[in-house]
T-cell receptor, first 113, second 116 residues
Framework: DGGITQSPKYLFRKEGQNVTLSCEQN?????MYWYRQDPGQGLRLIYY???????QKGDIAEGYSVSREKKESFPLTVTSAQKNPTAFYLC????????????FGQGTRLTVV | AQSVTQLDSHVSVSEGTPVLLRCNYS??????LFWYVQHPNKGLQLLLK??????LVKGINGFEAEFKKSETSFHLTKPSAHMSDAAEYFC??????????????FGQGTTLQVKP
């Protein structure tokens, strides 16, 4: 079945550590996105990528990094520079054509302990 | 610039009564509009989409939405609420953007509560 997979579902990190969240899609989508979701704040865009080996900062990129070495994969690293990393992280993908919908993964809940 | 405003952060209805979730958008172009639903600790699921075809769009689970260009609105409705409809709902606009990339712009979300 085609879809978008995030792993792990739950992740715990000690302060000062970097952690990488995985996002893989087998939908042959061109574009991939990372969003952060906090209670009462909707979804905020962290990074997005339209093609392989290219990505752009979203609205809240500070303290995060990404790579897009393969079309199917768009991992997100939460670095120690991110001051408040505890949140629910969602990955999405779609075709570049503007009339197409995005598909979302099931999310990763990151907690700093 | 594109934007989307969900007019209610929280809506409460009784089971079996109609649902109305309101969404207004702003776009310089003819936009693509979407409604998504999110259950707790889950990803977002597409309910329906408008892409310049019919202005009344039918989606899954009995939901529908009407695109009204003159009012710049795309309100989501359902004739009869079910307990399983309790969730967070997001209105999303996507336009051409630069280089035909079309980023997604999300509303702040509306929490739907369904009372027995």
């Amino acid at each position: 079945d085609g879809g978008i997979t995030q792993s792990p579902k739950y992740l715990f990190r000690k302060e000062g550590q970097n952690v990488t969240l995985s996002c893989e899609q087998n939908l042959n989508h061109d574009a991939m996105y990372w969003y952060r979701q906090d209670p009462g704040q909707g979804l905020r865009l962290i990074y997005y990528s339209q093609i392989v080996n290219d990505f752009q900062k979203g609205d809240i990129a500070e303290g995060y990094s990404v790579s897009r070495e393969k079309k199917e994969s768009f991992p997100l690293t939460v670095t120690s520079a991110q001051k408040n990393p505890t949140a629910f992280y969602l990955c999405a993908s779609n075709y570049r054509s503007p009339n197409t919908e995005a598909f979302f993964g099931q999310g990763t809940r990151l907690t700093v302990v | 610039a594109q934007s989307v405003t969900q007019l209610d952060s929280h809506v409460s209805v009784s089971e079996g009564t109609p649902v109305l979730l309101r969404c207004n958008y702003s776009s310089s172009y003819s936009p693509s509009l979407f409604w998504y639903v999110q259950h707790p600790n889950k990803g977002l699921q597409l309910l329906l989409k408008y892409t310049s075809a019919a202005t009344l769009v039918k989606g899954i689970n009995g939901f529908e939405a009407e695109f009204k260009k003159s009012e710049t609105s795309f309100h989501l409705t359902k004739p009869s609420a079910h307990m399983s409809d309790a969730a967070e709902y997001f209105c999303v606009v996507r336009g051409p953007g630069s280089s035909n990339t079309g980023k997604l712009i999300f509303g702040q979300g509306t929490t739907l509560q369904v009372k027995p």
